[in-house]
């Protein structure tokens, strides 16, 4: 149990078009999502909280009108790139908080790697 | 303000032998649990181990351990026969009270050698 899917795994855009990555909790209800960033060889940089029902908090230096989040559901957050530019290309992790859970674990989705072009 | 310190970038250790990872963290929280991540090449980050800060007893999860040292703030990894597929990042991790937000170190790569 606990597996979080994203989609898609893989995507290429041209610089100034949008794109859209989909956070699903697949066999838990997840009221909590966190969006990170991740470059080569580092570690994950968070990027915003997503709570479902409500606005997302992010992080500082995180632009909210270029990576807008929206947490329409308790199995689904989605994180949309606008106006993309090659400085946008990185690998976006999402990951959940179950619900019902104390102990504070997060269950991470594969990831989705963002090229723009 | 919470901070999570991986002091080792990298690390090697030969299949079969034993290999410590330190972590070590700053928090005046006094309950509080910590994990220890694994991310291999594929880049999903899988759990390794979790401890909760009261309980005295060090977690273990077959060949991972911890050594738990509240005291001195310190959770560092112990993996027993190593094995190549334990090559990967491993990040600790400790989860900020009321944000559930990760606070994370920056990783120690692990190769094992054959």
């Known amino acids: 149990g606990a597996v979080v899917s994203q989609h898609p795994s893989w995507v290429i855009c041209k610089s100034g078009t949008s794109v859209k990555i989909e956070c699903r909790s697949l066999?838990?209800?997840?009221?909590?999502m966190f969006w990170y960033r991740q470059f080569p060889k580092q570690s994950l940089m968070l990027m915003a909280t997503?709570?479902?029902?409500?606005?997302?908090?992010?992080e500082q230096g995180v632009e909210k009108d270029k990576f807008l989040i929206n947490h329409a559901s308790l199995t689904l957050s989605t994180l949309t790139v606008t106006s993309a530019h090659p400085e946008d290309s990185s690998f976006y992790i999402c990951?959940?908080?179950?619900?019902?859970?104390?102990?504070?674990?997060?269950?991470f989705g594969p990831g989705t790697r963002l090229t723009v072009t | 303000a919470q901070t999570v310190t991986q002091s080792q970038p990298e690390m090697s250790v030969q299949e079969a032998e034993t290999v410590t990872l330190s972590c070590t963290y700053d928090?005046?929280?006094?309950?509080?649990?910590l994990f220890w991540y694994k991310q291999p090449p594929s880049r999903q980050m899988i759990l390794v181990i979790r401890q909760e800060a009261y309980k005295q007893q060090n977690a273990t999860e077959n060949r991972f351990s911890v050594n738990f040292q509240k005291a001195a703030k310190s959770f560092s990894l112990k993996i027993s026969d190593s094995q190549l597929g334990d090559a990967a990042m491993y990040f600790c991790a400790y989860p900020t009270s009321g944000t559930y937000k990760y606070i994370f170190g920056t990783g120690t790569r692990l190769k094992v050698l054959a």
């Open positions: 066999d838990f209800q997840a009221t909590t």
């Open positions: 997503s709570n479902e029902g409500s606005k997302a908090t992010y």
């Open positions: 990951s959940a908080r179950r619900t019902s859970d104390i102990s504070y674990e997060q269950y």
């Open positions: 928090t005046s929280e006094s309950d509080y649990y």
